[in-house]
């Protein structure tokens, strides 16, 4: 196993731009995907649409639910992006949660609002698993 080091000022500088990038792009996309949302659930209120009848198509509600699934997951993503900027201004960014130790520069390049390193990320994968 490598040796992990905290990471420099210019890699929380790095960090913090990739994960505004990020946080910017995800804002986008929520803004998209809830104004779709939006005119999903209103035209499932108003009534006028007879979607469940359509061979065609998906219905309204499982459009509704597909859609909602994805803001979720986007709203979720964000969270955690705002979750690691919190941590950068604190300090402990780069920091295993669990275990207190460096997480990687290459896992934090890959996931850079990662909580965890990779082995207590591998570990809690295997116990939802089991």
């Keep these: 196993m490598r040796t992990q080091t905290k990471l420099t000022a210019a890699g929380l500088r790095h960090f913090e731009k990739l994960l505004r990038d990020q946080r910017y ?5 929520l803004g998209l995907i809830g104004t779709t ?3 999903v659930i209103e035209a499932r209120n108003s009534g006028t ?3 469940e009848h359509d061979p065609d198509g998906p219905t309204l509600t499982m459009e509704w639910s597909r859609i909602s699934g994805v803001h979720s997951d986007l709203a979720a ?5 705002d979750q690691a900027l919190a941590r950068i201004a604190d300090g402990s960014y ?3 949660t669990r275990r207190g130790e460096p997480i990687g ?7 850079p609002a990662a909580e965890l390193c990779i082995d207590c ?10």
């Design 121 to 130: 990320a591998r570990e809690l994968e295997s116990q939802r698993r089991a």
């Design 77 to 81: 993503k964000s969270t955690g992006i």
């Design 94 to 96: 780069g920091f295993c």
């Design 105 to 111: 520069r290459e896992r934090l390049e890959a996931r």
């Design 37 to 39: 949302l939006d005119g």
């Design 25 to 29: 792009d995800l804002d986008i996309a």
């Design 49 to 51: 649409a007879d979607d």
